[in-house]
């Protein structure tokens, strides 16, 4: 069993919203382009860090063809990306690297196997509706709002990576938030994050610690707070690109952009650091920005007509 199609890249996301999505007709050959020498992986849903099922790369003319009888009755997601961002990440900016596209989960043995085409809308997110330190500082105010024993909590945007710490009652925590582009078939997850450099310490002797608090508790709290953050940073980086393909799409009728967001798929296929200059003699700020990545369609059962 094999899936064949080609990978376009939308160049005209007004014309092909009015042609591919609102009359369900064939984009217009002037509004899409085909993506040579990409990647399209076929991983497990649960797995989708594992290594992959099948891989095919795209020929000049954007077209793939991929092996699923290998997998025919697990349920899995294919990603679009380029050839070089799932080669070995030679350095840590390799590490904000993503994908194009994700599709919805699907059994291979329900696939009868026809043509399908993806295609994917590049939307920059600019230092302006990136999310910036100012809005970190507002995020950690609201934060400490919310924990009666917080005292103090401060962070700062860095490319490696955002460093906290925050203390109250006589412990102070720090931690370094690391986010990248989520790569799995969850598609309601757009960042992936990871809580490096965890460092606890507690007023006391470590006995009498004990017997009043539980250390495992604290850093649990801490933990689930950072994974909240990565949460509110995504967050704010879709609003601002659904916000930002809305106005390429050119349509008055907010129901009609809403029904076309609903059917895509928004993944980031990276996230970058852009520096703020700072006034006087502090170090220069960093906005996270990204490029986000809208995928047509979001599921891959229905087959297109071949060409």
């Known amino acids: 069993m094999r899936i064949q199609g080609t990978l376009y890249e939308i160049t005209n996301v ?9 009359s369900r007709s064939q984009p217009r050959a002037d509004s899409i382009s085909p993506v040579p020498n990409s990647r399209i992986i076929l991983h497990r849903w649960d797995q989708a860090h594992s290594p992959s099922l099948a891989q095919s790369n795209t020929d000049d003319t954007g077209k793939f063809e991929l092996d699923v009888s290998i997998s025919s009755d697990a349920s899995v997601f294919l ?40 295609y994917i809308a590049r939307v920059a997110i ?3 509706d990136g999310f910036s330190q ?3 500082g507002t995020a ?25 710490s925050c203390g109250g ?10 986010l990248k582009p989520d790569r799995s078939g969850n598609l309601s997850k757009t960042l992936y994050h990871s809580v490096e450099d965890f460092h606890l310490e507690l007023p006391g002797p470590s006995w009498l610690v004990g017997l009043l608090v539980s250390q495992d508790k ?22 601002s690109a659904i916000s930002r393909f809305s106005d390429q799409l050119q349509l008055s009728d907010p129901a009609a952009v809403d029904k076309i967001v609903s059917e895509t798929t928004l993944s980031f296929s990276r996230l970058q650091y852009e520096t703020t200059p700072a006034n006087g003699p502090s170090k220069a700020l960093f906005t996270i920005i990204s490029e986000a990545c809208f995928g047509f369609p979001r599921t891959l059962e229905a087959a297109n007509p071949q060409p």
């Open 140 to 164: 950690l105010d609201e934060s400490k709002k919310e924990v009666a024993d917080l005292e103090w909590i401060k962070g700062r945007i860095n490319p490696d990576g955002i460093t906290l």
């Open 126 to 128: 600019p230092g302006e």
């Open 169 to 178: 009652k006589g412990a102070k925590a720090s931690a370094r938030l690391v």
């Open 14 to 22: 007004t014309s092909f919203g009015q042609h591919y999505v609102t």
């Open 79 to 118: 990603s679009a990306s380029s050839h070089d961002d799932v080669s070995e990440l030679r350095d840590e900016r390799d590490q904000h690297l993503g994908c194009w596209y994700r599709s919805s989960p699907f059994v291979p043995a329900a696939v009868d196997g026809g043509w399908r085409d993806i």
């Open 134 to 136: 100012a809005q970190l």
């Open 218 to 239: 604290i850093e649990t709290s801490i933990r689930a707070g950072l994974a909240d953050l990565s949460d509110e940073i995504s967050r704010r980086l879709c609003l």
